[in-house]
């Protein structure tokens, strides 16, 4: 999304080429957020389609779509609940971002209505809830329709599960003799929470966020599975009506108060611009703690005969105006900083949140990185955030974009409380109380505990069993946890005698059983057999990731060579020494990291333990003859896709090849991504092949 061209430098054919994808996609999103409750994309990325396509349809009038989705609210009610159609069509309202877009719009209604600035003119601000709108039609006091808003026009009938909601009254007295009522079906924050929780321990499927499981929860063929459904409900609007309510939107909310709706309690009237913005920050300070979500503040218009004036674009009222909170951040209460040990020993601060909804996932906990992120400064101790620090109880602004862990971004110290005090790093570990250091240069506060910190032990062992590691099938996080506790499993080495030892133990035990304890058998014996580079890599020693693993094992190509080099090398001194430091892809750190874990009497019984119970795979030595580019050399140019230049050099080098880093008349290949400029040019004259990152992959194998 990032790459598009502003809109400014579209041709009138970009236009049209963009619109129609813009429709597709934006259909796409509709169908499935309306119609399966399960949105692909998220809420941020949809305002910005939206937005982009606002955008070219304002710079292009004449090239709008007539499906264009600027004029659509949603999609087509689904195929399986019995259509409504709406008396009143429901409506979608303006979206606004900036805080300037507020008085834009309260001036667009002034000029609208032909007042001057100094007459009067009120309007409501409340919060924009985020759930679903439901429609619901009285008759002489008695509930006899609700439907969903589909498309605006016609919705679905939902009737049997909206009488479930005890929110929605089943009778009313003193109202109009049609009157229907317009609001959002919502969940709370502690009712969503729960709900996964049961959803989870039945093994049915959980809710990304409460918005989510309320549009499933309602949209119910059973109306006995939404009973069980925790739902609620605000009135905010209403729809054909036999008697006016009232003669302002207060006043109306207010009446339907009175006959028993549930209402906003942060709605207020305001009478200028400054207090509509004062109230946005207001409602947006309590968000976190208000227990459901919303998503922005909707002002409107206060007397009715001027809404009546203004009347409706489309699809959205030129009376009402919906400014949004942002999508990536919100702001929140940090209610306590854990520590966890990971199985380097490395602490990692993480925080506890008052659970938020940020760009529709709710997010309750966040990285903090390491102690001086905290402490308000970086790794060379400059101050970052101008070195206002992080305490527990502090409001603190969370960042989260796509699916990368959240982050704490910023903190409020006007909302600081006065008795907080600064945060202090442990100087022990939370786990195994062993003296915490931290190595002159590095911002990471390691646990000196090794052997005896069981988080450590723990986190080894959940690495051993990891994918690109030992990859054992039925011995996930939990059950090493739960093995780790009971003292079945302390070390790798155990793994393969778990049979042995407790095999009847574990057939016989609760939610195991004699057919899971049997699979888990046959995939830990299945896995007795291991390639060494997965072996190395499964030790889970500090800088020796897949890649070094691999790239190690390629020159060993045994355990017994490899072992054997270890040990030679302890020292960090002579010819071993020598050769793993000059195996390409591998640096005095990684190498002194190997040689160290070895020469730790402990690791090198546990690995003596472990390895008396495999088989080990030799790997193939590197530069086989057989090797397409043994013997080549390669230079590479441009952007690499697939992978990083220091990957793509170790593999080649790893399969025999010499990578240089400019192009001369001996060079054999250049691999040329994206950006590619003189390098390949220079490969063009000298008549040098030119492969593509795929070309490449493909001669590779
Ligand atoms: P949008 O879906 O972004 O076009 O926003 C319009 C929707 O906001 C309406 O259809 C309602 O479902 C919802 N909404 C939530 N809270 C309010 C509110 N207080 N007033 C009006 N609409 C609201
Ligand atoms: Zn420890």
């Known amino acids: 999304m990032t790459t598009r061209p502003p809109v400014e430098d579209l041709s009138p054919q970009q236009a049209i080429e963009e619109l129609a994808a813009l429709a597709a996609a934006l259909d796409r999103a509709n169908r499935a957020y309306h119609q399966a409750d399960a949105p692909e994309i998220s809420d941020a990325e949809y305002d910005e389609l939206k937005r982009r396509n606002a955008a070219i349809e304002a710079r292009f009038p004449g090239l709008k779509r007539p499906d264009s989705p600027s004029e659509q609210v949603g999609a087509a009610p689904s195929e399986t609940f019995a259509k409504v159609r709406h008396a009143r069509p429901l409506y979608s309202l303006e979206n606004a971002f900036a805080e300037t877009d507020v008085p834009e719009f309260v001036d667009r209604v002034r000029r609208f209505l032909n007042l001057p600035a100094d007459a009067p003119l009120a309007f409501t601000a409340e919060p924009k809830i985020d759930g679903l709108s439901l429609s619901l039609r009285y008759e002489a006091g008695r509930l006899v329709s609700a439907a969903t808003r589909a498309d605006g026009e016609v919705g679905e009938n939902v009737t049997p599960n909206a009488r479930t909601i005890p929110d929605i009254p089943a009778r009313l007295s003193g109202a109009p003799e049609i009157l229907e009522v317009r609001g959002e079906c919502y969940m709370s924050h502690a009712d969503f929470a729960a709900l996964n929780a049961r959803q989870a321990e039945a093994g049915a499927r959980t809710f990304a966020n409460p918005r989510n499981a309320a549009a499933g929860s309602l949209r119910q063929l059973d109306p006995s599975i939404t009973a069980a459904r925790p739902l609620r409900f605000f009135a905010y609007a209403w729809g054909e009506l036999s008697a006016p309510l009232a003669d302002t939107q207060t006043a109306a909310i207010a009446r339907l108060a009175a006959l028993g709706f549930a209402t906003n309690p942060l709605m ?41 004036r203004l009347g409706f674009r489309s699809t959205t009222p030129r009376w009402a105006l919906a400014h949004k909170f942002s999508a990536e951040r919100a702001s929140t209460r940090l209610e306590a900083i854990d520590i966890q040990v990971g199985r380097t020993g490395a602490l990692s601060p993480v925080a506890r949140l008052l659970p938020v909804t940020v760009g529709g ?9 390491n102690a001086d992120y905290i402490a308000g400064r970086d790794s060379k101790g400059n101050p970052i955030r101008e070195g206002r620090d992080i305490r527990v109880g502090d409001w603190v602004t969370v960042f989260r974009a796509g699916d990368v862990i959240p982050k704490i971004e910023d903190v409020d110290l006007s909302r600081r409380p006065a008795d907080s005090v600064p945060y202090r790093f442990p100087d022990t570990c939370p786990v195994c ?78 939610r195991w059983g004699e057919k899971s304890a049997g699979n888990l058998f046959a995939a830990i014996e299945a896995r007795r057999r291991i390639p060494l580079d997965r072996l190395i890599y499964a030790l889970g020693i500090r800088h020796a990731g897949e890649t070094a693993a691999r790239i190690v094992a390629r020159h060993y190509g045994s355990w017994g060579r490899f072992a054997a080099a270890m040990q030679a090398a302890r020292d960090h001194e002579g010819a071993e020494w020598a050769e793993l430091n000059d195996i390409s892809g591998v640096g005095e750190t990684l190498a002194g990291s190997l040689v160290d874990y070895f020469h730790e009497p402990a690791n090198r019984d546990a690995v003596a333990r472990l390895v008396a119970e495999l088989a080990i795979g030799d790997v193939a030595a590197p ?64 008549g040098v092949a030119i492969l593509s990152e795929e070309d490449w992959l493909a001669l590779i194998g």
């Open 268 to 308: 207020a009237t305001c009478t200028s611009t400054e207090e509509m913005l004062a109230r946005y920050r207001a409602i947006e300070a309590q968000r976190a703690t208000l227990g459901y979500d919303i998503d922005g503040v909707v002002y409107k218009v206060d007397r009715l005969d001027l809404q009546a």
């Open 623 to 686: 530069a086989a003859s057989g090797s397409p580019i043994a013997g080549k050399t390669v230079v590479f140019t441009g952007t690499l896709e697939r992978m990083t230049r220091a990957e793509a050099k170790a593999r080649a080098e790893a399969l025999g090849a010499k990578v240089a880093g400019s192009v001369s008349a001996r060079t054999d290949y250049v691999v040329a991504g994206p950006g590619a400029g003189s390098k390949e040019k220079a490969a063009r004259e000298l």
């Open 433 to 510: 109380e062993s003296d915490v250091v931290r190595e002159p240069g590095e911002a990471v506060h390691y646990c000196t505990g090794n052997l005896i910190c069981a988080a450590q032990a723990v986190e080894k062992l959940k690495h051993f069993v990891s994918r690109g590691a030992f990859d054992i099938e039925g011995l996930g996080a939990k059950a090493i946890e739960a093995f780790f506790t009971e003292g079945w499993i302390r070390e790798p080495a155990d793994i393969f005698t778990l049979e042995a030892r407790h095999g009847a133990d574990l057939r016989g035990r609760d």
């Open 361 to 369: 996932v709710v997010v309750q906990n966040a990285t903090l990185h």
